[in-house]
């Protein structure tokens, strides 16, 4: 190890520093949870979307230079912060046992990302590692359990952001990664302007191959009126205020050397003149504010909303639900009716000339949940609404077979023919179209045997031709998925529709966290975006985000709008996950150069 560092009295070094306060001990804790309680008011339906980087800042402090073990507790504590509030309404009607267990199961890969955060924080360019690291932790959290739970991604708070136009680069991955990045960047650039500013600090370069990371940073004042940070053997983090700390060497514990070092292991240990910081982290801290600004503002000529094939006039319809929770299903028929009641309204607005005519229909999913290819009497309220209406209409039912599965199917119809053409939803919910585990569940939920016949997922791609105008489908919980929309405008859809059935849900913010992600969805494919809800908030969108039409919850309403229709692919859209591997693959190496140097370190202190 090799260190130019200006020399101290040898009493200075032999002082015992006072025992910190006990307090002391949960700041980083009550930080960390901070982050995430910040990270959670970001999201609708609060506009609060720039909340996210003082999140990740504080998150960056608190990770920092921890030991793993500890960036793993700090993490799930920030994981909680984050998704306890987030999550509320998955307990709306079925009790906080259900939501509890998800919030601390989805938490855990939270805590994953802290521990990866903590371990590439003592790398040089740090904030880049950290916020890869933590699209490395949402991609598994998309997939894994049960196909994947996507919920909170942070691209998902950012609809009214200045960083959604990158969603168009890169889709949510690169997006969420921009925000991490510029909160981590927020969080170093501040730590270095703080050590420039120190009284007395001299600052260089310090490579140190004798501790757990083989070169980490520590910061500390030269004349003793500072803080010394450094990692230790096992990789943890030594830091004492308040006077000059003499650092130890691994294998003898014995002061090496006082003042401070501040800075990143840098070519040849150069240092830099006094009063001066070394240009690698200034230039780091730097570009990871800027990188995702210039960005974002580069990427605005993608955001478009011009019609390139001529526009549409679309219906969206929400009938609405006679009561509230998950007992709405009891009263089917008065839901179909519901939906039934309001296009046949529409048909009569339509033909008194209050209301101009939509090319095509769109109602909720579940907005039939009579089978009526099963009873005859909803097929024929169904077809009587369409053929009023006079337009190709999608119906949202499920379909009970006689055996096997029940699906969760969109239907084409069509005023003259009947029904045409069907989507089955191909990522059905865990826990509430189907019950994995169910004999393990009940013991811990009897709410579990509600769902008493499991729904099935679909195979094909949902993609109907209303009228002229290919419509892309995905279905309510579907939104969260990259590829479940992107693969409906990769097959031609002009157009996406999200029906949806959120009135198990109350009056949560279940809701608007939803229609979030469809507003994302809209700048990530250049699509206008319908999303019709049985119980609200239904809206329209144009390709660029912005909403031009709502509705309020549990209300019936009508929306009736004009919307561009485009074929033109974004680049998020031709790239589909490759930029999500690359930052994965950004996170592995990072995490990589981390273990190589602890290894090394570990073997040159042996020796």
Known sequence: MSATITPVDASAADT?????????????????????????????????????????????WSLRGRRLRA?????????????????????????PGPWLALAAVEALFVALAGLGIAAVSRLPWWPFFAAGVWILSEAVRARVPFGGFPWGKIAFGQADGVFLPLAAVGGTPVLGFAVA?????????????????????????????????GGDTRTGTGAGAGNEVGTGAEGGTDTEAGGVVPARTPATGTPARTGTATGIEAAGGARPRPGTLPRGPLVAAALAVLVPVAGALAALPLVDD????????????QGNVPRLGLDFNSQRRAVLDNHVAR??????????????????????????????????????????????????????????????K?????????????????????????????????????????NVDRVSRDFGAGTKVGVFDLA??????????????????????????????????????????????????????????????????????????????EIVAETKMF???????????????????????????????????????SAFRSVRARRTAAE
């Open 555 to 593: 209300t019936p309403d009508v929306l009736v709008e004009k919307v561009p229709l485009r074929s033109s692919l974004t680049p998020a859209t031709r790239m589909g996950t490759l930029p999500e591997a690359f930052l994965v693959a950004l996170a592995a190496a990072g995490l990589g150069w």
């Open 181 to 213: 990045l510029c909160g981590f960047g927020l969080y170093e650039a501040y730590r270095q302007i703080q050590a420039r500013r120190a009284p007395g600090t001299e600052t260089g370069t310090v490579r140190d191959e004798s501790n757990g990371t």
């Open 71 to 95: 960036g793993f507790g700090l993490g799930y504590l920030a994981g909680l912060g984050f998704l306890l509030p987030l999550l509320v309404w998955t307990g709306e009607e079925v009790g």
């Open 343 to 404: 296009t046949r309204e529409l048909a009569e607005d339509v033909k008194a000339g209050r209301a101009p005519q939509p090319d095509f229909v769109l109602w909720p999913e579940n907005s039939s949940d009579i089978d009526p290819y099963a009873n005859p009497d909803a097929a024929d309220v169904i077809d009587g609404a369409v053929r009023a209406i006079g337009v190709p209409t999608v119906i949202g039912a499920v379909i009970a077979p006689e055996t096997g």
């Open 468 to 545: 002229g105008t290919k419509v892309g489908l995905a279905t309510c919980y579907e939104a969260a998925f990259d590829w479940a929309v992107r693969d409906t405008v990769t097959h031609g859809a002009q157009l996406i529709s999200v029906p949806s059935n959120n009135a198990t849900f109350g009056r949560s913010e279940m809701t608007y966290q939803q229609l979030a992600m469809s507003r994302v969805r809209a700048v990530e494919h250049s699509r206008s975006v319908v999303v019709p809800v049985t119980s609200g908030v239904s809206a329209v969108i144009r390709p660029d985000g």
């Open 306 to 317: 011009s019609a390139e094939d001529g526009t549409a006039t679309v219906a969206a319809v």
């Open 16 to 60: 015992v520093p006072a025992p910190a306060p006990r307090w002391r001990r949960f700041v980083r804790p009550g930080a960390a949870l901070l982050s995430g309680l910040l990270l959670y008011l970001s999201f609708p339906p609060r506009p609060l979307w720039w909340l996210a980087l003082p999140a990740f800042a504080l998150l960056g």
């Open 406 to 446: 029940l699906r969760n199917t969109l239907i084409e119809w069509d005023p003259d023919r009947g029904p045409v053409a069907t989507y089955d939803k191909r990522h059905v919910q865990p826990f509430g179209e189907y019950i994995p585990m169910r004999s393990l569940v009940r013991v811990f939920n009897s």
